[in-house]
């Protein structure tokens, strides 16, 4: 790929603001044999896309998008364990995870939250919420 058409997909990608799809082609025109070009780089990553399902090479979905303009994407801690989910109406929430797997952590844009801590044989000993539910099996 010649500089300037890489310094052009580096400009829609570093600019682009979802929905992907329906910006790459009426804000910029890009064609769809451009889309992984420009996916890839805003996702930071090389991208598999199935109509309008954007997968990292794990198969972790990372975006999909509607044609009525509701979009979604994910974020995938190295584990493959989603940490994070947005959408387009602003809802959003996160996850942390133990070294084994185990989610230790919620939290949602509606302020809802919980904390877990597990024993060595993946049972809750620890649980707490927002709505101020204890539960404390240590």
Known sequence: MNKKYERYIEYIADDL????????????????????????????????????????????????????GFWYKKEYDSNGNEIYYENSTGYWKKYEYDQYGNKIYYENSDGEWYKKKYDIYGNIIYYENSYGEIIDNR
């Not at 996702?43 to 794990?58: A, H, K, L, S």
């Open 17 to 68: 603001q979802p929905p992907y799809f329906f910006n790459m082609k009426e804000m910029y025109g890009v064609s769809e044999k451009e889309y992984p070009l420009v996916l890839s780089k805003l996702f930071n990553q090389p991208v598999i896309i199935e109509g309008r399902d954007v997968y990292n090479t794990n198969g972790n979905e990372i975006y999909q998008e509607y044609s009525d």
